[in-house]
Nanobody, 127 residues
Framework: QVQLVESGGGLVQPGGSLRLSCAAS????????IGWFRQAPGKGREAVSC????????RYVDSVKGRFTISRDNAKNTVHLQMNSLKPEDTAVYYC????????????????????WGQGTQVAVSS
């Protein structure tokens, strides 16, 4: 029953902003760590950000630190990724992922630590 659905992707110019959303069902955000990953054509899937289940502490990969912000709305069971000052190198399919075995730990930016995945949403930054 666990399902993650991403939305909010689109085409923006460099320097623009997008707000991605990850709607979770079949799980509670206070029991699962949530991570955002991205994959550009011809490249592997890389971690972007994550938020811990209990403490709400966050991590960011160096390339997005200071530009992206991850947050959660427990009432709506939704996680957001606010992306500002977008660069062409941010172009990728962005995936939301959940981890059932990072409870009571600070989240990790490691792909193999996540066992539920959404379908992805396309982000394109050009011109």
């Amino acid at each position: 029953q666990v399902q993650l659905v991403e939305s909010g992707g689109g085409l923006v110019q460099p320097g623009g902003s997008l707000r991605l959303s990850c709607a979770a069902s079949g799980l509670s955000l206070d029991s699962y760590a949530i991570g955002w990953f991205r994959q550009a054509p011809g490249k592997g899937r890389e971690a972007v950000s994550c938020i811990s289940s209990s403490s709400g502490s966050t991590r960011y990969v160096d390339s997005v630190k200071g530009r992206f912000t991850i947050s959660r709305d427990n009432a709506k069971n939704t996680v957001h990724l606010q992306m500002n000052s977008l660069k062409p190198e941010d172009t990728a399919v962005y995936y939301c992922a959940a981890s059932s075995f990072q409870i009571n730990r600070r989240c990790m930016l490691v792909r193999t630590e996540y066992n539920y995945w959404g379908q992805g949403t396309q982000v394109a930054v050009s011109s």
